[in-house]
């Protein structure tokens, strides 16, 4: 066990608050800003940066944890590493029970990746580290060089930590349609790993003339050529259902905050399109909901919603695992009325001294349909368009619209070396390979069974052997990364499993008295030693420790409904669990109050 002082930590802000639930497979919800430079990265140099970086931005050395009603962010000093880039781009950062820090920074060739899962910040506070980041490193890269700081050094670490949805959230409460159905993009839909991206370089200035022309902003114009690029593929009988456009808004645009947190909403652009639509038709529409006084009248709306549900006492004290579900529902419904989604990050500036050595930066995130994220620096715009569908029609519809419009359109040829590789899941394979034995050997029993003594079914006792060791194994395989709770999972199913058996075999009462207290006991010396060969912090076993003790409390149940006949077993398991609960408390109270306090958080 190491590192006695407490951390810090925080509640997930309100934005960030479905991210954990709904990531898998499917979507990591991950996004990436990249910075590509004109010369090779010198990887020790970056690594210097990285963590001269992390000094000024402590509020991003953090991981994930589970309370009983909310998850939270909590401090670790875990060391952030640069890698060179092997996994594929928006790879799964965060993973259940698994400590560690919620960003990546990698690097290929001329590229500086920095990855990043989306409860930690937005794309403002990403693109704020980043920038940083690319500064520290020509700083140490170029020391004969003079070059402007790209930070304020005025703002304190509780300005990046504020809850700037709890601070500007009013109450007030107005009407808004209510979400309609959306078109559903077709297609083959492709795992994680091979997610299509695509990259359009443009002339941020010739962009920015042609949404002129037509009298919209630059986000209006984009959008609606990616909503036009969707619609030429729709089937014109299926031209029932509007396309939806949801376009995330920076929150810091309308309200006065610093935060490095999410502090992001959206609106949703639902396009009528006829038969006979064109490009204007979309202009028209996607100029008129992003105009400002409209736009924040529904992000202001949408904020106050939300941190009323946040708010609301019956919902606070709902148990996460309940909350996880529906959240996941929530997400899943809300899908259907978005079609795509389109980011606009604007434009990134840097000192003028910067641009001899910067190219670009770049911009695209993990989807489970098909977005488009956008930024630009100087003249350099890129279009970073990430997809699950397997054909690239809807990207190919967009380059010819912008190139009508006089846009030269030039696709970049995307080298990212982990692009497609297959994962090596040796784990996972193991597991299969496990689980296939066990089958095969409870279809032989039972084939065994009935060839040879048919009037004794004891293939069914083989039966539930095999499933209590599989169901031990494949728990310890699913818990793997925090050894703590496989633990404690393990002696769950330990007891109801010891239990079932005696119960199954005529009930002789072993289970109670003597396979429960034992089982609790070597629980907790079990738990004591792994926090001591695992090293951990305090605020990694304490909870875990509390749950041990509190088994102890099974035995007393049992003792005192007179279930138990040989009681010496239940009274050494009772006592000692007792004075292990004291124990905690006396040397650990403070600690023990503080992780009551994250845990009990409702």
């Not at 944890?65 to 875990?78: A, C, H, I, N």
């Not at 038969?275 to 904020?303: C, H, N, V, W, Y």
């Not at 029609?393 to 030039?410: S, T, Y």
Request: net charge neutral.
């Amino acid at each position: 066990m190491k590192k006695e002082h407490s951390s810090r930590w925080r509640k997930l802000d309100n934005a960030a608050q479905a991210f954990p639930a709904a990531t898998g497979k499917k979507d990591t919800r991950v996004f990436r800003f990249y910075c590509q430079l004109k010369e090779d990265i010198q990887a020790d140099l970056l690594q210097k940066a990285l963590e001269q970086t992390m000094e000024h931005y402590p509020v991003f050395s953090m991981v994930l944890r589970k309370g009983l009603f909310w998850f939270y962010l909590e401090q670790r000093d875990l060391p952030a590493k640069v890698e060179e880039e092997k996994r594929p781009p928006c790879s799964e950062i965060y993973v259940p029970d698994h400590k560690t820090l919620l960003f990546q920074v990698s690097y290929y060739k001329t590229r500086i990746n920095f990855e990043v899962f989306h409860a930690l910040t937005d794309g403002t506070g990403a693109m704020l580290f980043l920038k940083e980041l690319v500064s520290n490193y020509l700083i140490l890269r170029h020391p004969e060089e003079t070059f402007s700081k790209v930070r304020e050094d005025m703002l304190t670490e509780t300005d990046f930590e504020e809850d700037s949805f709890s601070q500007y959230y009013t109450g007030k409460k107005n009407e808004k349609e209510k979400s309609r159905p959306a078109y559903q993009i077709k297609g083959e839909y492709l795992e994680q790993e091979e997610m299509e991206i695509t990259e359009i370089l443009l002339s941020a200035e010739a962009v920015h003339k042609c949404a002129k022309a037509h009298g919209v902003s630059v986000t209006a114009y984009l959008a609606a050529a990616l909503v036009y690029a969707v619609y030429e593929e729709i089937p014109k009988s299926r031209l029932k259902k509007p396309v939806s456009l949801m376009i995330p808004a920076n929150l810091r645009n309308f309200f006065p905050s610093a935060s490095m947190t999410n502090f992001w909403s959206w609106i949703e652009i639902a396009c009528d399109l006829g038969p006979e639509a064109s490009f204007e038709d979309a202009l028209q529409i996607t100029g008129a909901a992003i105009q400002k006084e409209a736009l924040k009248q529904e992000i202001s709306t949408r904020m106050n919603d939300l941190v009323r549900i946040e708010r609301n006492p019956v919902l606070r004290a709902v148990p996460l695992e309940i909350k996880n579900l529906a959240l996941m529902a929530g997400t899943t419904l809300g899908g259907r009325s978005i079609t795509t989604v389109y980011s606009n990050i604007g434009r990134i500036q840097m000192p003028p001294e910067y641009e001899t050595y910067i190219e670009r930066f770049g911009f695209f995130t993990s989807t489970d349909k098909v977005q488009m994220c956008s930024c630009s620096y100087g003249d350099s715009m890129v279009l970073g368009i990430t997809s699950k569908i397997a054909d690239s029609n809807i990207e190919r519809n967009l380059m010819h619209l912008l190139q009508k419009e006089g846009i030269a359109c030039e696709q970049e040829e995307n080298d990212f070396p982990g692009q497609k590789e297959q994962p090596h899941g040796t784990a996972k394979l193991g597991l299969k390979i496990f689980s296939f034995t066990c089958i095969a050997a409870v279809v032989l029993c039972w084939m065994m069974n009935f060839l040879a003594t048919p009037q004794m079914w004891w293939a069914g006792y083989a039966t539930a052997g095999v499933f209590c060791a599989w169901l031990l194994i494949r728990v310890g395989y699913q818990k793997r990364k925090n050894p703590l709770k496989n633990s404690m999972w393990q002696l769950i199913f330990i007891m109801i499993g010891a239990i079932l058996w005696d119960y199954a075999t005529g009930w002789i009462g072993w289970s109670v008295d003597f396979a429960i207290p034992l089982a609790v006991l070597l629980n907790g010396a079990t738990m004591q030693i792994l926090a001591r060969a695992y090293k951990m912090e305090v605020s990694e076993y304490l909870f875990y420790l509390m749950q041990s003790g509190a088994a102890g409390i099974v035995p007393a149940i049992l003792w005192l409904t007179g279930t138990v006949r040989i009681t010496w077993p239940s009274v050494i398991c009772v006592g000692l669990s007792v004075l292990y609960l004291i124990g905690l408390f006396f040397f650990r109270g403070k600690d023990f109050m503080r992780e009551m306090q994250k845990k009990f958080r409702v």
